[in-house]
């Protein structure tokens, strides 16, 4: 079952301690469909300006991520970020951002993604999310992302947000500054309460929480020796869940959990190189090869 | 099985953001030993002062721990250490120590410990390790503990000691500073390549990681909304693994990741409260709920 995807698109400049690569292919659109076209093809919808390189294009069709809600807006820029990474690949600051297109305009949803059962709002302004939250009446499971951006300046917005939504991913240290918890399985419930009926707080090298109405539980990330770049991590990861369950067309709670998993073995392949390089490089059974390792490793 | 622990025994003073306790008992050999003693007993060497409280011992023998060997000295003091958590309850910093006498003398070890098989070297100077280490000509399993102080003043004593023992136990600050890898996965196959034959690198409240010759895994830690005071959590967790592998009286591949869980999970039991509080509370029947509870956590 295709899933529908919205968020940005980017041209992203980045610095490791050791290397660096500039205007490479990113955003959170971008990592999420090409995570999720794993398991489903993935419509996306997002903006971008006239710089946009065909071949951008070309590389997510030969995927299965379908790219007629992409849409290229003649005399604007596309969204550029650029930002290096601390020596412990965990933390980072961003040098730059050119907003650009981003949030400049209403999502425009083709008409065939209307009835879109399985959606992503990617990070990104909770009202516009909200925007494009209110074009799919049919949508069976709404899963959101979101920042500290908007946790600080529109939270109201956020707050009308996650009573619409099924589930929230969100950093660690996002579900801190949202509910004043510093324990994070404390701050994990009380995003919940405030609305989602699951929230996932993803803490980077490692792993992920999840908070259901019955369970809590913790996915460690899987111990890659090869952390190139982390950019897109969590957005790859939000892309294998969500893929995984659009593909298996549920979410129950084994399914869910199934589904972060897949999310973290995705996004383990995505820090093995700069912005999509290494995902260009594999094919689902390489996702299942891991996948037999991560449960042989959790398995006692 | 019973098992050899030397290590310190402490008066510790701890602040927390919203409480503090003076004077409790504390040191890497009193929670190891008690953490331990939910599985096998264990027998105790350590030095402490004549301002040591006799209900301490007594506390201590309430349960499986064979206080023989610890050493009363006249007209000496007791450790001390006092701290002060962050909010985020994982990181520290020392406000006091008082060595007293710790490390002031050669361990004293009781004849009838000299045949242990089962033998934890507590945090401590590394020339003080291999001392004990010299006492124990039986030991089939030893496993040491250390700190970035040691990896800083005492360099060559502690690589001395990796090539004698089986298994070490470190921080994840204290793998990367031994080893200048910030990739934990790279850090803790670098620091079993100094002589361990494993290696279990502890990540607070994000579990731990282990490396042996053929398998690297992570263990997340339980999540506890509960956080009180994270002090000696680290040496429950080590108790709890080196109390579960002395019951079983071996350490094939599959006991010992069984031993980490164990060590996971009393841990997480002993951050609940200040000092042992918490430990005094349960018995092993909590664990093996909480077990439960972990293995269902993993499972998908």
Chains 1, 2 share one sequence.
């Not at 290494?278 to 991560?294: N, S």
């Amino acid at each position: 079952m295709p899933l529908l995807v919205w968020g940005s698109v980017a041209l992203d400049s980045v610095e490791t301690p050791t290397d660096k690569r500039d205007n490479v292919l990113g955003g959170s659109a971008v990592f999420f469909s090409y995570a999720a076209s794993y398991f489903t093809s993935a419509n996306l919808v997002a903006d971008v300006g006239d710089d946009w390189p065909a071949e951008h294009t070309q590389l997510l069709e030969k995927r299965k991520v379908d790219t007629r809600g992409l849409n290229v807006l003649s005399g604007e820029k596309t969204f550029r970020w650029s930002g290096k990474y601390l020596p412990n690949m965990n933390d980072r600051e961003t040098l730059e951002v050119h907003l650009n297109v981003l949030g400049k305009y209403d999502p425009v949803m083709p008409e065939e993604y209307r009835r879109s059962r399985f959606v992503f709002l990617g990070n990104g302004s909770p009202s516009i999310q909200l925007k494009v939250l209110d074009q799919v009446p049919e949508a069976k499971l709404v899963v959101a992302d979101t920042m500290d951006l908007w946790i600080n300046i529109q939270r109201d917005e956020l707050l009308q947000l996650f009573k619409r939504i099924d589930g929230l991913v969100l950093n660690d240290s996002e579900a801190k500054l949202l509910t004043g918890e510093e324990n994070l399985v404390r701050a994990g419930h009380a995003v919940r309460a405030l609305g989602p009926k699951f929230v996932v707080v993803k803490k980077g090298e490692h792993g992920a929480m999840f908070f259901g109405e019955n369970e809590t539980y913790v996915m460690p990330a899987y111990p890659t020796p090869d952390v190139i770049d982390p950019t897109g991590a969590g957005d790859s990861f939000a892309g294998g869940m969500m893929g995984y369950l659009a593909e298996q067309q549920k979410f129950d709670p084994l399914t869910l959990k199934t589904a972060l998993a897949y999310g973290t073995l995705v996004a383990s392949f995505t820090v093995e190189d700069f912005s999509l390089e290494r995902l260009k490089k594999i094919e689902r059974a390489d996702v299942e090869r891991r996948m037999q390792d991560y449960r042989r490793m959790l398995s006692f």
